[in-house]
């Protein structure tokens, strides 16, 4: 597929050459999209929006795709060839300035350093608080972003979740844009005295007094993606459009799903450094090796009882509280479960305590730790996920690519990349029907009868292992859309009421 098919060639607005020369090379007839994000792997990584951000983003510049990755300058990243501009903002903001250069894994990147934004961690003080000047922080950046756009429009502007959303209300005619939603939880709603500041399309931003930088984004651009198919169904609920739904409904066919993808490089069991053993789906004995270092690792008993792992950020969302009462429980399967997770005290509190009462059952490491995740994946029998709500979910993914079971809850993104083995003769996995301990201790217990059976075993894992889960696909439809709206700027769907 070359670029031209999808993307009409059309004459470059005239640039100003001085500013980024060293580092911006266009070639004629190039789209040049401006991607905002807070978080971007491995510069800033707090959940999958780090990796979704860089995946797509690598994947749709080897499509051709001038791509400016913006976001915030936690500080403390270094980058070649670097060059700063001022960005051009009312007083309130302070002074901003964008830095770009080149960064060693992700290539050319815009940093926007605003007022507030330097801090260790991009949203979380040192006892897992928010930093309470967050909204004023992510306000600054989307207004800087804004200056930056407008200083040299882009063909489209890609904006990810509500850090990036309050960007729309500064521009009084923007370029086409898309939104993805990787979080509908998260909207960073904020105090009303906001919308005097904003910028002149503020109106669109007020939410029950306040100001919500999601739903003026959502309002304003010209299209929104959410990160799964499944979950575009979802959130024009009101079970789970947060508050959302209503203004997501009246956009119509303007909310389109899009399935995320993983790193299929970085997710490669056959050449994974971060594994004891490397395999693929035709040496899958190779993988005792890394169970037995796993078992190792995490400190269980190496035998034949079915393993199952989790790798998760510890929160609402992922419903680790529901394993709790599972945990007594497990022997009776039986089952061990090894838990990697960082986030809530109390969860990890709770999983801690957990462990002293039954050592034997259940292992937990409390921590962000990615070497250990990918043998969490190379050495599991099954990969549980008992997921509230799940926009995509990446690790469901990963562990599929890995040959180990996901076990999930049939929510948002695993809805698209889980099917049931019980159900589905081409099945991958284990489906429990809701996010409750029944459904859950049921699913547990059907899917280790399975994978006690070798043979069966190994013919789900081979389906999982054969799916194309890298960024391939996902991209060419972002780049489809890209094109589209870049063809007809301002043409919304029809169906969209706005
Ligand atoms: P979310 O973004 O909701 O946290 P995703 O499944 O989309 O969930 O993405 C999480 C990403 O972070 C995956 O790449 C996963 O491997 C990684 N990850 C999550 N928790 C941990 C952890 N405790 N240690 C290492 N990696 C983790
Ligand atoms: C969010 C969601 C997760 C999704 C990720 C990347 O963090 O919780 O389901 O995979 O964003 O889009």
């Given at each position: 597929l070359a670029m031209s098919d999808i993307f009409p060639v059309k004459p470059n607005r005239p640039r100003e050459e001085t500013r980024t020369s060293k580092v911006a090379v266009r070639q004629t007839g190039q789209m040049r999209v401006v991607f905002a994000t807070a978080e971007l792997s491995p510069v800033a990584t707090v959940g999958g929006l780090a990796a979704a951000a860089a995946g797509l983003g690598a994947e749709l510049r080897r499509l051709g795709v001038d791509l400016d990755v913006v976001m915030p300058d936690y500080g403390d990243v270094a980058l070649v060839d670097e060059t700063t501009m001022p960005l051009e903002v009312p007083d309130w903001v302070g002074s901003a300035t964008i830095r770009v250069g080149f960064h060693p894994v992700v290539g050319r990147l815009h940093l926007v350093s605003v007022p507030g934004m330097a801090r260790p961690h991009p949203y979380l003080q040192a006892n897992g608080e928010g930093w309470h000047d967050n909204s004023d922080r992510f306000f600054r950046f989307a207004r800087a972003v804004a200056a930056f756009i407008d200083r040299d429009p882009p063909d489209v502007v890609h904006l990810n979740d509500w850090h990036t959303g309050a960007t729309l209300a500064a521009l009084a005619d923007p370029p086409p844009t898309v939104v993805s939603i990787?979080?509908?939880?998260?909207?960073g709603i904020s105090d009303g005295s906001w919308l005097d500041r904003i910028g002149p399309r503020a109106a669109h931003y007020e939410w029950w007094g306040g100001v919500n930088p999601l739903s003026g984004a959502l309002a304003l651009a010209d299209r929104i993606v959410a990160v799964s198919p499944h979950y575009a169904t979802e959130i024009i609920t009101p079970a789970g459009g947060f508050g959302l739904d209503e203004p997501l409904r009246n956009r119509g066919d303007d909310l389109i799903g899009i399935l995320n993808g993983i790193d299929s490089e970085m997710w490669d069991p056959a050449h994974d450094p971060l594994i004891a053993a490397p395999f693929d789906a035709a040496s899958l004995d190779a993988r005792r090796s890394n169970r037995t270092a796993l078992l190792a690792r995490v400190g269980l008993p190496d035998d034949d009882v079915v393993l199952a792992t989790v790798v998760t950020r510890l929160t609402h969302q992922k419903g680790i509280d529901l394993l709790a009462p599972l945990v007594p429980l497990l022997a009776q399967i039986p089952m061990r479960l090894a838990v990697l997770g960082s986030g809530d005290a109390r969860l990890a509190a709770q999983l801690h305590s957990l462990v002293t009462e039954y050592p034997d059952t259940l292992a937990f490491v409390d921590g962000y730790d990615e070497a250990l995740s990918h043998l969490m994946f190379a050495g599991a029998d099954l990969y549980l996920m008992p997921s509230r709500f799940e926009p995509c979910g990446l690790t469901q993914m990963q562990a599929m690519r890995y040959g180990a079971i996901p076990v999930v809850t049939a929510v948002g993104g695993l809805v698209d990349t889980v099917t049931d083995a019980d159900v589905h003769r081409d099945g991958t996995g284990f489906v429990a029907d809701r996010a409750e301990r029944e459904d859950l201790l049921a699913a547990l217990f059907r899917a280790e009868r399975r994978v006690r059976d070798r043979r069966r075993r190994s013919a789900i894992q081979k389906r999982g292992m054969a799916i194309d889960w890298s960024w391939h696909e996902p991209a060419r439809e972002y780049l489809a859309l890209y094109g589209e709206l870049a063809a007809n700027p301002r043409i919304r769907s029809e169906s969209s009421r706005r």
């Open positions: 990787h979080n509908l939880a998260y909207q």
